[in-house]
């Protein structure tokens, strides 16, 4: 809003000090500087690149010559209008980064994996500390809904022996 608020003021007084300041004789040379000025960068191979000073500036001074004129900038009308729309889109549009935190990497859910089928008698906890001291960063409640989503049960299941082993 507010550098919508310094667009306007900024066009309405460049209009005044134009009009106002301007003698017939300033206004020729000015003319004939800038048309030269346009035939070299015609003759140019690489298109001028505009910052974004240059382009508030040039549709500003656009806006305020003759529509019969307006060929003479080097920009199209098409062209201020996505500059424009491109400006509105920046402020109205929000980043499309789903909410929440981001997902745990495929690598580290296959070391939890890895941690747990190798050592039955570890809780998640217990992987969570480990996975702590290696400098990796993960709550122990990531790591219960990793191995519940691979299938594996909690740690006194996993280490107790089947009646198969006993026997």
Do not use: K
Not at 15 to 24: I, K, M, P, Y
Not at 25 to 35: D, G
Not at 69 to 97: D, K, M, N, Q
Not at 98 to 106: N, V
Request: contains cysteine.
């Amino acid at each position: 809003m507010l550098i919508s608020c310094f667009y306007w003021l900024f066009r309405h007084l460049l209009g005044l000090f134009v009009l106002r300041c301007r003698s017939d004789a300033a206004t020729e040379v000015e003319l004939l500087v800038l048309r030269h000025e346009l035939a070299v960068l015609r003759r140019q191979v690489a298109r001028p690149s505009c910052r974004q000073a240059d382009r508030m500036f040039l549709a500003a001074l656009a806006r305020m010559l003759p529509r019969d004129r307006r060929g003479s900038v080097f920009v199209r009308p098409e062209t201020i209008r996505r500059w424009h729309r491109s400006l509105v889109a920046r402020r109205w549009t929000y980043s499309h980064r789903r909410p929440g935190r981001p997902a745990t990497g495929a690598d580290l859910r296959a070391l939890i994996v890895r941690l747990a089928r190798e050592n039955p008698g570890w809780g998640y906890r217990r992987i969570q500390g480990e996975l702590t001291r290696l400098g990796v960063r993960i709550a122990a409640s990531t790591v219960w809904s990793i191995l519940q989503q691979a299938g594996i049960d909690p740690a006194p299941r996993r280490s107790s022996e089947t009646w198969r082993e006993f026997l």
